[in-house]
């Protein structure tokens, strides 16, 4: 370390200094999402400001303000039950939005429309993604995935693992997030000859049966486990 330093013309006092301080805001970040993930399971109507409002009076010995917050939300995946920011949303040719097709629609019958969406879970030490996909009809979870980043690729092992298993739906649906919007996941479904359903934007509504299991803490425990 003495010799790096020397070659970075770096004072080694200022190197652990910056060291610490690096570990320590990791673990206030680890301790702030396990306060905004158990609050969020009892409160999931909080948005970033009043989340931000709730963690400044429980006392932790130090306030933290709505950016960061946000930033740590948005690494959750959280996103509340009224319009607002969620998860990135594709842009340009590579992520086309298609139109919802649930509205008013009879659905009686396993296989007619699957729905998915992604959630969180947390660890021992920090948290990972899970993906589950849903028949809307029998409310049977299909398929599910675990990832520590929200990339595509879990998406699609999930929705493999589906077919496989299940066949295929006459109509998938999904929130506008950029890992549905991807070419990859759409032209997946168009192979099947599937038709493809989204949520309008900030209508977690529109997809409410998937949305609904995440609100039951012993979904996310008895994966975790």
Known sequence: MKRQCELMDLLRTTWYYKTQKSEKRQKQDEE???FIDEQFTRTPYYGIRKMTAWINRQGLGYEVNRKRVGRLM????????????????????????YPYLLAGLDINRSNQVWCTDITFVRMNRGFVYLIAIMDWHSRHILSWELSNTLDTSF???????????????????????????????TEK??????????????????????????????????ISS
């Open 155 to 185: 998406c699609l092992r999930a929705l493999e693992r589906a077919f496989e298993k299940y066949g295929k739906p006459d109509i998938f649906n999904t929130d506008q997030g950029s890992q549905f919007t991807s070419k990859a996941f």
């Open 74 to 97: 948005k690494e959750m995946a959280l996103r509340t039950i009224y319009p607002g920011p969620r998860r990135k949303y594709g842009t340009g040719e590579e992520h086309k939005i």
């Open 189 to 222: 479904l168009k192979e099947k000859g599937t038709r493809i359903s989204m949520n309008g934007k900030g209508r977690c509504i529109d997809n409410v049966f998937i949305e609904r299991l995440w609100r039951f803490p012993e979904i996310r425990g008895s």
């Open 32 to 34: 702030l999402m396990r």
